[in-house]
T-cell receptor, first 120, second 111 residues
Framework: GAVVSQHPSRVICKSGTSVKIECRSL??????MFWYRQFPKQSLMLMAT?????????EQGVEKDKFLINHASLTLSTLTVTSAHPEDSSFYIC????????????????FGNGTRLTVT | GDSVTQMEGPVTLSEEAFLTINCTYT??????LFWYVQYPGEGLQLLLK?????DKGSNKGFEATYRKETTSFHLEKGSVQVSDSAVYFC??????????FGTGTSLTVIP
């Protein structure tokens, strides 16, 4: 159980175009999803917290107009990288907590398999 | 503030060697602690967890014990395999809020 599906797994786009990444919780509902960016040497950076039916909460230094997040349902959040540039090339990972067990202090995050974005 | 500190890698071991990856934490309360594993090209998978002091999490031969007195949650495995090659992340959560991740430790096991 607790599967998070992230799509696409890899995408190559040209500079100036936009790319949408989907994150779906397949067998649970998630009122909150999280978007991470992973840098070389593996460190994870939380970009934003996606809340179902409301605006996302962005971490300091993350441009909300560049990284558009939409969480339209309890099972889907999308991250759109707008006007992508080569410096946006990275590994993006989403995660989610179960709506019903996620408020429990010991409930883990469930991760998607990530999206490798390459901007040429 | 709350944080997690992991030993820096990369770590390279021979098959069947003993593994320890150190993790210490700083938290204002009583966090739950986790180890996640990331295989090449994939997302993170939960490896094990512990929710209170002296709890031992275990999975796939890996173990970690929640030590409140030393604020540690070191990951251990008695005999590593090539298939254990991955990046390992220590993490904590406090009061159901944001997860805090360590910087990750890359492990390579050579035959």
């Amino acid at each position: 159980g607790a599967v998070v599906s992230q799509h696409p797994s890899r995408v190559i786009c040209k500079s100036g175009t936009s790319v949408k990444i989907e994150c779906r919780s397949l067998d649970f509902q998630a009122t909150t999803m999280f978007w991470y960016r992973q840098f070389p040497k593996q460190s994870l950076m939380l970009m934003a917290t996606s809340n179902e039916g409301s605006k996302a909460t962005y971490e300091q230094g993350v441009e909300k107009d560049k990284f558009l997040i939409n969480h339209a349902s309890l099972t889907l959040s999308t991250l759109t990288v707008t006007s992508a540039h080569p410096e946006d090339s990275s590994f993006y990972i989403c995660s989610a907590r179960d709506r019903f067990t996620g408020s429990s202090y010991n409930s883990p995050l469930h991760f998607g398999n990530g999206t490798r974005l390459t901007v040429t | 503030g709350d944080s997690v500190t992991q030993m820096e890698g990369p770590v390279t071991l021979s098959e069947e060697a003993f593994l320890t990856i150190n993790c210490t934490y700083t938290a204002t309360g009583y966090p739950s602690l986790f180890w996640y594993v990331q295989y090449p090209g994939e997302g993170l998978q939960l490896l094990l967890k512990a929710t209170k002091a002296d709890d031992k999490g275990s999975n796939k031969g890996f173990e970690a014990t929640y030590r409140k007195e030393t604020t540690s949650f070191h990951l251990e495995k008695g005999s590593v395999q090539v298939s254990d090659s991955a990046v390992y992340f220590c993490a904590l959560i406090l009061d159901g809020n944001q997860f805090y991740f360590g910087t990750g430790t890359s492990l390579t096991v050579i035959p």
